[in-house]
């Protein structure tokens, strides 16, 4: 998969489970954060799905993301 749309799909799939758990991505620092906590997932985890190491990102820091409106 090219990198442009490896990103794409990644950027989706995070917004989508941000929906799910009801949260916004912050386009500052925490958000900087999380992607640093997802790609560390990933690469503790290379086998699990990208979905499921982004939905356990948003279900740990929880209460530190913004509500979504």
Do not use: W
């Not at 490896?6 to 991505?25: F, M, N, P, T």
């Amino acid at each position: 998969m090219q990198p442009e749309i490896r990103r794409s799909l990644a950027v989706y799939l995070a917004e989508h489970a941000a929906r799910r758990r009801g949260v916004a991505i912050p386009d500052n620092e925490v958000g900087a954060q999380l992607a640093h906590l997802v790609r560390g997932g990933c690469m503790l985890a290379p086998d699990a799905y990208l979905f499921t190491v982004l939905d356990r990102v948003f279900a740990s820091e929880l209460s530190k993301l913004p509500k979504r409106s």
